[in-house]
């Protein structure tokens, strides 16, 4: 069966004069495209050799970095040793999905003065039941101040309203460092492997594998 991009290669190019007829040259590129995925295979355990694969095999056609995170669960449980940094493997704790747009804010001011109010009544609060005797109460109170303590520390920075960055931007920073961590990886033992990925891959808010390049 031939391959999807040697009909779109074919198309845009003329045929390789070495070639005698197009059947030929349709043999020599599938040929050509078998032994490219297998000088990948022993990446396959990266996660950006899954994104790599996944616009390989849908050539010519934009794809939203949203659509590609999706290829890519946040909370990994194997870890990846191409592709793998502190950052990424950490789980989010409160969702910061905003959608397409600039860096975006959590909280406001009012909300940080209520919480600023709430730890302070609780802490009060946990102080007289423990003067009191009453630890059961003041314990259960005490998880209650530290979970909203918490809370607090994350999504402010210095008492101001702490800014994250946009899902669109957050994938795109993830994705992107997960491919240019494996190209380098592929660079060190098959330089000629990585010069073809980089020429065909498009990488941005919409991805692409490009066949004619």
Known sequence: MVHQQCNSSVSQRKIIPEYENIEDYLDAQEAFFKEIRERLRPYSRSRGYKIIIYLWDNPD?????????????????????????QDDSKEQKYSTYQGVGGWVKMVDYKY?????????????????????????????????Y??????????????????????????????????NRLLAKINKNDPILSAYLKKHLKIGFKCMWKTDV
């Open 146 to 179: 530290d979970f909203i303590r918490k809370f607090y520390t994350e999504v402010t920075l210095n008492g101001k309203p702490r800014y994250f960055m946009n899902y669109t931007k957050r994938e795109y920073q993830r994705l992107s460092q997960m491919i």
């Open 112 to 144: 940080i003065r209520d919480l600023k109010r709430e730890q302070r009544r609780l802490r009060e609060k946990v102080k007289l039941l423990r003067q009191s005797g009453e630890e059961e109460k003041a314990n259960k109170l005490q998880e209650e």
């Open 61 to 85: 056609h934009e794809i939203s970095i949203e659509e590609l995170g999706m290829l890519i669960p946040h909370n990994h449980s194997q870890k990846d040793s191409y592709t793998s940094t």
